[in-house]
T-cell receptor
Framework: DTGVSQDPRHKITKRGQNVTFRCDPI?????LYWYRQTLGQGPEFLTY????????KSRLLSDRFSAERPKGSFSTLEIQRTEQGDSAMYLC?????????FGPGTRLTVT | GQNIDQPTEMTATEGAIVQINCTYQ??????LFWYQQHAGEAPTFLSY????GLEEKGRFSSFLSRSKGYSYLLLKELQMKDSASYLC??????????????FGAGTQVVVTP
């Protein structure tokens, strides 16, 4: 197993465009988390899945953000009508109840 | 409110010891984690404390006092590759928020020759 993977690693988009990120967790990990990290700050929790069920969403996740985990394996995070304030590193993590393992992240730049 | 505080930056010499303090005030507690994060990379797990006391793992040790809302990460025999940001994170109770982590802003450790 190669750990948590995320795609793409970098994304540059113009304000107002939609973007979608993908996360492939460690196989058999039933819990999947999305975090957002801006420069000089720690990661902030966005949302959490247990298998295919989205059990919690942060208030940070406005209605422009949507996340899915359709088959309880990979997950996607979509941002509609991107704004410059969305520029950040988007981190995915997975766990089987214990330690969380983070992916390399997707760095989003909105111009 | 919920708050996790750690110093912004620390500088130490190669071969020395550095102690990174973390204080927390959170609405629930189910363990404290330390992660290392090199610039542009994902956080990597270093240590986990859920009971009071010291956990040692090679050159890294972590201490927890739940009554004081305090933890520290001790890095011994510093190496240049230890230059990174060190993140303190508190895990929420699983009955509440399914183990999500609340992170501090991170402490940038700079190791000099």
């Amino acid at each position: 197993d190669t750990g948590v993977s995320q795609d793409p690693r970098h994304k540059i988009t113009k304000r107002g465009q939609n973007v979608t990120f993908r996360c492939d967790p460690i196989s058999e990990h039933n819990r999947l988390y999305w975090y957002r990290q801006t420069l000089g700050q720690g990661p902030e929790f966005l949302t959490y899945f247990q298998n295919e069920a989205q059990l919690e969403k942060s208030r940070l996740l406005s209605d422009r953000f949507s996340a899915e985990r359709p088959k309880g394996s990979f997950s996607t995070l979509e941002i509609q009508r991107t704004e410059q304030g969305d520029s950040a590193m988007y981190l995915c993590a997975s766990s089987l109840g214990g330690d969380k393992y983070f992916g390399p992240g997707t760095r989003l730049t909105v111009t | 409110g919920q708050n996790i505080d750690q110093p912004t930056e620390m500088t130490a010499t190669e071969g020395a010891i550095v102690q990174i303090n973390c204080t927390y005030q959170t609405s629930g507690f189910n363990g404290l984690f330390w992660y290392q994060q090199h610039a542009g990379e994902a956080p990597t797990f270093l240590s986990y404390n859920v009971l009071d006391g010291l956990e040692e793992k090679g050159r890294f040790s972590s201490f927890l006092s739940r009554s004081k809302g305090y933890s520290y990460l001790l890095l011994k025999e510093l190496q240049m590759k230890d230059s990174a940001s060190y993140l303190c994170a508190v895990r929420a109770p699983t009955t509440d928020s399914w183990g999500k982590l609340q992170f501090g802003a991170g402490t940038q450790v700079v190791v000099t020759p």
